[in-house]
Structure formats: C-alpha cells, structure tokens
C-alpha cells in the first residue's frame, strides 16, 4: 500500500478527527484489509476493512463473543488471521504492546523487576532498571518500586501493568478491557491516566471494552462490531477532557446502544421498567 492510499483512507468518513502527535511520537498506523479469522469451522472475523491513523485512540465494544477480543489479539499479532491482511506503517517488527484484564504480575519479583520485564532486549541492566523507575513514575508508582505485588491494590496493579507496556514506548498499544475488574472510582481514575499518557507519548490506542461510556470518555472514534463484523463506525468530534454525562456524549451512546439493541426497548423516563427503577 502507498502513502498516498494510506493518507486517503485516512480521512475516510468514520475516522474522525486527524490527530495531532508531538513531533517525537512514534508514528505507527494500522490497515486491515479483508481480514477474516476462523477457529474451526467456525468464523469469528468476517471480512474486516478497517484503518486506524497513527495516533489515533480506538474503541471497539460489542457483546461478548462479538470477537472484539480475537480482532485486538489480531492486530498486534497474537493471533493469525485466516485471510486478509494486517499492515503496521511505519511500525517496528515489535512495535505493539498489549495490556489484559488482569495485570498478570510475576508474585515472587519486586514491582520494578515486573516493569523491567517489558524492556526490550540491548540494553545494560542498569539501563533496564533506570527505564523501568521511569515507567513507575509516569503512573505514579515510583515510591513503591522496591515491594511485592501482593501488598498493591487492584487499582495500583493495573498501573504495574501499563507502566510494563508503555516501558518499551510502543507505538500501539493494545488494550484488552484492562479496567473491566476495578471498582467505579478507580476506573475513572485509570481512565484519565490512560488518556493523559496516550495524549503525552503519542501511541496509537485500541481499546477493547462492554462500557459504551467508557469508549466515548476516551476514544477519537468507537466500532462496534456485531457477529464478527463492523456494524458502526463514529467519530467521536468532542473536545478533551470530556465532560461526563454530558448531552454530546448521551446522544452518540444513545446511537450505539440503538444499533447494538436494535428493537430490544430501553428503559427511558416514561416507561414502566424505569418508573419501577427510580420508585
């Protein structure tokens, strides 16, 4: 694919704003063509066109077993696809990190050891170590560099955990609904660090979650795929920080729940189901 192709899809409806990176950020974008993923005989992608801008910040929510999960594992390359193609422009061969639900800390090594994990091989190990103190710092985690993972909040791992992946300063990262386990407050705390550093360091975000408002709170654009296939693709024009509950961001949830629902009734202010809800 050429860059003038690539420039072109870029500005395809759906794709939303373009992005403006700091002039050091990693410049990495991501083409799908035709990409289509089996277990079996039985599909679970079907015929995937999608472009991701470098730098941009991408959602992707569905039902569960919609395969969002297998498409995030696709794009950075734990998983094969069946056909179709994958390109990363401008990317490293290890340009991608991924970051799970649980943050999957090794028990027996020190906060700082897990973060050093994620640095890429050619350094010294002072250099590691130094890297990874970095790393702590940037989600705030410096001061707890030397204990055990098991005396840290849930919360306070799964900073572990991105503090391992952005160690490395990726130019993608993956996010496979990282902040589904954490309780409502940290979450929205753990929302605003991911959204700050993406905005520092430049990286294209995908970002796998159930929560609509999740999606939109953090998202440049949000896809919605339905039995393995793109069934909606919105920009999300809003300025940041965005301003939770707002109408903006009510009106294009309301969109994406209509599409996801279709003819299921939602509860609205006049109906039975939510006058019993708030009785």
Known sequence: ???????????????????????????ASITLRGLSKSFG??????????????????AIVGRSGCGKSTLLRTIVGLEGPSSGTIQVAGGRS??????????????????????RVGV??????????????????????????GEWPSVLSGGQKQRV??????????????LDEPLGALDALTRI??????????????????????????????????????????ALDVAVDLPRPRRRGSVEIAKLEGAILDK?????ERPTDESPLHREAVA
């Not at 753990?190 to 294209?204: A, D, I, K, N, P």
């Open 1 to 27: 694919m050429t860059a003038r192709s690539l420039s072109t899809v870029a500005f395809a409806p759906g794709v939303g704003r373009p992005v403006a990176l700091r002039r050091d950020a990693p410049n």
């Open 41 to 58: 005989d039985k599909p679970v992608l079907r015929d995937i066109d999608l472009h991701v801008p470098a730098g941009q910040f991408l």
């Open 94 to 115: 290890d340009a991608g990190r991924i970051m799970f639900q649980e943050p999957r800390l090794l028990p027996w090594a020190r906060i700082v050891d897990n973060v």
């Open 120 to 145: 890429r091989n050619g350094g010294s190990k002072a250099d590691a170590r130094k890297a990874a103190l970095a790393a702590l710092d940037e989600v705030g985690l410096a001061d707890r560099a």
């Open 161 to 174: 955990a991105l503090a391992r992946a952005l160690v490395s300063h990726p130019q993608v990262l993956a």
């Open 189 to 230: 705390e753990m929302q605003t660090l991911l959204e700050r550093v993406w905005r520092e360091q430049g990286f294209t975000a995908v970002l796998v979650t159930h929560d609509v408002s999740e999606a939109l709170a953090l998202a440049d654009r949000v896809v919605l795929i339905e039995n393995g296939a793109i």
């Open 260 to 264: 996801l629902f279709g003819d299921i």
